[in-house]
């Protein structure tokens, strides 16, 4: 079998160099459509994305100093320049303040690389078979062993440490690997927790534990919100006995990170992050709402089809995201959840144990092992950096 | 597309085995003949479908390809209920494959469909190097349980057909030739759509 740390490996042979697309990805032999017209309209673009990052960079301030006071001044600003896209040279350091991760990287220093270098998890084995079918078709994912692969697991080990009821579950790979791509190991590693844990919206974690009894309230709550706002795709629905577990666990499980285009969840992930689930369930309202008509008249099999290849069309986020943001879910969503609730009082309650936000104290009490080594010890120091080596650049922004 | 007299028979497939064993790599060899080194890991579930046609009838597979982590198992019985055929797939370089194989046939043992057709698969068997589970071992043991045996491999298409194959017979054989336009759904709420529906 497969040893167990991924840094006794070489690294496996670079793979060849073949075109990708502008985020990395491999690209797929017929051209995507929607590529050939940004180029089309390069020069425009860029001059807007220009001014879009100038404007961005004042609310941000150095380092994200200026940025508590922003959106304390001017929510409904930040709120409207979120939906429309941060800019993506811009998106790893603003996906780490309005998640809250900044704030428990900076309470907990030393905390990850003792949970990378020092401890070792059940999962170790899980994470090690899953590394090189995240993302296989990344640049940065995609050699053996290479850096990509070993800051995912790193990450990984070291979350499934912090959190031994989670541990490692297939999916996380998805949201670890979409974060590494914009940030450090450590920062992502504290999004992670931020999410997991709660530190600004309702806890992840229920969607990882055993029972995954967050996926099945969510898939509950979706059912019900297909019901409501589209009533004839419900109804049609249920009489081809389509189960939204079927089609929307990997929406809720991977917030869109997993076998969709990465523009779109990159998109869908800025809003995510500073608005929370409500845009999952919205997102997955307007796509079946995009579709409607079509899928209305569709069998069994090719509903089941429709729903996990939605046309290049219904992907487009400046199309999709506005129409997300019209439908209205927030009170039905709630009053769903407690009526899940009321239904299954005992599965749930770890899951939505919604006072679990993130503390100092909490962290620190999980892992008494952190206790003794309040100093940092240099060798663990320069451990870090060379783990993370490819990936401090993002901190500051990369534009 | 049937043949002349043919019966069509649609059935509902399910794959369960342990994560990285190769559910998804034998479903993607078996409905578009291709195969990658490093396939995505299966979130929640995969469906696919596929058509035999053999001698005595046309089959329609609607096959559901699910997520192999013990995490997930809570999602499963949805795809496994009302299903006419299970592949419960381990790779023979994991015995701990192999037991969770077992504990598949166990559970379906318990709560699957009675007259469902089970095959017990040891994929990777182009792995003969590193193979940690001997042939007659799953042989044995698919014997002992009414099971199917096969060792297959998704990489070098070793008996991934044949596992198919085999399966739409026995379906063939199992499912009564009924008039045209004759549907059996088991019923169900989830996943217990159409078990067999067959029109002639
Ligand atoms: N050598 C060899 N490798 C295989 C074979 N079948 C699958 N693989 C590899 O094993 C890994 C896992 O295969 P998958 O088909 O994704 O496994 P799965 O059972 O669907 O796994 P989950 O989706 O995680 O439940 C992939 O990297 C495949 O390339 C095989 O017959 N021989
Ligand atoms: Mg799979």
């Known amino acids: 079998m497969e040893r167990k740390r991924t840094d006794e490996f070489e690294p496996g042979p670079v793979p060849p160099a073949r075109p990708v697309d502008r985020f990395g990805f491999v690209k797929q032999e017929e051209n995507n459509p929607s590529q050939g017209s940004i180029k089309s309209r390069f020069v425009n673009e860029q001059e807007r994305e220009e001014r879009r990052i100038r404007k961005w960079r004042k609310m941000i301030g150095v380092g994200g100093s200026d940025w508590k006071h922003y959106v304390r001044r001017k929510p409904h600003v930040v709120l409207r320049r979120i939906r429309k896209g941060i800019p993506d040279c811009l998106r790893g350091l603003v996906w780490q303040l309005i998640s809250g991760s900044r704030d428990l990287l900076l309470m907990n220093p030393g905390v990850y690389e003792q949970l990378v270098i020092y401890e070792t998890s059940a999962s170790e084995l899980d994470i090690i078979r899953d590394i090189s079918r995240t993302f296989p078709s990344h640049v940065f994912f995609q050699q053996r062993h290479g850096p990509g692969q070993r800051s995912l697991y790193n990450v990984l080990k070291a979350y499934s440490v912090y959190d031994r009821d989670v541990g490692y579950v297939q999916g996380m790979g998805f949201l670890a690997g979409l974060l590494l791509l914009y940030m450090s190991e450590e920062d992502a590693f504290w999004l992670l927790v931020a999410l997991l844990k709660g530190a600004v919206h309702a806890p992840m974690e229920g969607l990882y534990l055993v029972g995954l009894p967050l996926v099945q309230q969510y898939l509950f709550q979706f059912e019900q919100l297909v019901r409501e706002h589209l009533p004839k795709l419900g109804e049609h629905f249920t009489q081809e006995m389509i189960n939204p577990s079927m089609y929307a666990s990997q929406w809720f499980i991977t917030v869109f990170s997993y076998s969709f285009p990465f523009h779109l969840a990159l998109r869908i992930w800025d809003v995510f992050l500073y608005e929370g689930v409500i845009i999952v369930f919205q997102v997955g309202l307007a796509l079946l709402k995009y579709c409607h008509d079509d899928l209305i008249k569709l069998p069994f099999e090719k509903l089941i089809h429709a729903l996990r290849n939605f046309p290049e069309d219904a992907m487009n986020p400046d199309v999709l995201l506005p129409m997300a943001h019209s439908i209205k879910v927030s009170k039905l969503l709630e009053e769903l959840k407690q009526e899940y609730k009321k239904k299954n009082e005992k599965p749930i309650q770890r899951a939505e144990s919604s006072a679990s936000k993130v503390t100092q104290k909490q962290l620190s009490a999980r892992s008494p092992a952190f206790e003794e080594s309040t100093q940092p010890a240099e060798r663990s120091w320069k451990q870090t950096r060379l783990l993370s080596r490819n990936s401090r650049k993002s901190r500051s922004g990369r534009c | ?200």
């Open chain 2, 1 to 200: 597309m049937a043949r002349t007299g043919n019966r069509n028979i649609q059935a509902k497939l399910v794959l369960l085995g342990d994560m990285g064993t190769g559910k998804t790599s034998l479903v993607l060899r078996f409905v578009k003949g291709q195969f990658f080194d490093y396939q995505e890991s299966t979130i929640g579930a995969a469906f696919f479908t596929q058509i035999l046609s053999l001698n005595e009838a046309t089959v329609k597979f609607d096959i559901w390809d699910t997520a192999g982590q013990e995490r997930y198992h809570s999602l499963a019985p949805m795809y496994y209920r009302g299903a006419a055929a299970a592949v419960i797939v381990y790779d023979i370089t994991s015995m701990d494959s192999f037991g969770r194989a077992k504990k598949w046939v166990e559970e379906l043992q318990r709560q699957g469909n009675p007259n469902m057709v089970m095959v017990l698969v040891g994929n990777k068997a182009d792995l003969e190097a590193t193979r940690k589970v001997v042939t007659e071992e799953g042989e044995q043991y698919a014997k002992e349980n009414g099971m199917f045996f096969m060792e297959s491999s998704a990489k070098t298409a070793q008996n991934v057909n044949e596992i198919f194959y085999e399966i739409a017979k026995r379906l063939a054989k199992a499912s009564p030739s009924r008039p045209t336009g004759m549907k059996l759904h088991n019923g169900t709420q989830e996943g217990g759509r159409r078990l067999f529906c067959c029109s002639g």
